[in-house]
């Protein structure tokens, strides 16, 4: 019954973040904003952190928890590097982002996101007790003031400063590689103490 339920509430916060992620990629495509692309990152990063959570419950496997683990916290790491990256590049060649009301809905659907995946996890975390779950809800409750930086981005761009949008965008990159290096840490100290998912932190 845990587990069931533990799977469930998983499912649902992945899947909303995933599609919160799929409508950003689609604005990211027309306006080229670096702070959407950083956050976009982030929540797709975010999304895939509860794949070992899920694997966890369903299995209950600490080997296949580890392994997914340890690959999730390698492509977010490479994925905040294209991120940041791209950021100094337009800081280099400055690059207005255009479909400014897109972006701002981009942050908006971000900010949307996030808070609902951090009500299903914070109570599906109650209601059957998990640490790991709760950590993660009211992480995701965080990140909705990250998706927020593209809000204020696309309203920097439209009253002239176009140069927030990379400075944003490396802010959430920082973020991202911080929530990077915290995973890595709960995951090594995972692997070296052998201590079961459910009592850890929540990741990214
Ligand atoms: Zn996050």
Known sequence: MRSRDGIRTVVISLAVLLVAALVQLGIYWLSGSVALLADLIHNVGDALTAVPLGVAFATAS??????????????????????????IDRLISPQHPTHLLALAVAGVIGVVGNEIAAQVRLRGGRRIGSAALIADGKHARVDGVASGGVIASALCVAV???????????????????????????????????????????AA
Do not use: H, M, N, Y
């Open 62 to 87: 600490l080997r296949g928890e580890r392994w997914a683990g340890l690959v999730i916290v390698a492509v977010i790491f490479a994925s905040a590097l294209v991120a940041g990256i791209e950021a």
């Open 160 to 202: 002239g400063i176009p140069t927030a949008d990379p400075l944003i965008g490396l802010a959430i990159t920082a973020v991202l590689i911080k929530v990077t290096w915290d995973s890595w840490k709960v995951i090594s100290a995972d692997t070296a103490s052998g201590a079961p998912p459910a009592t850890r932190g929540g």
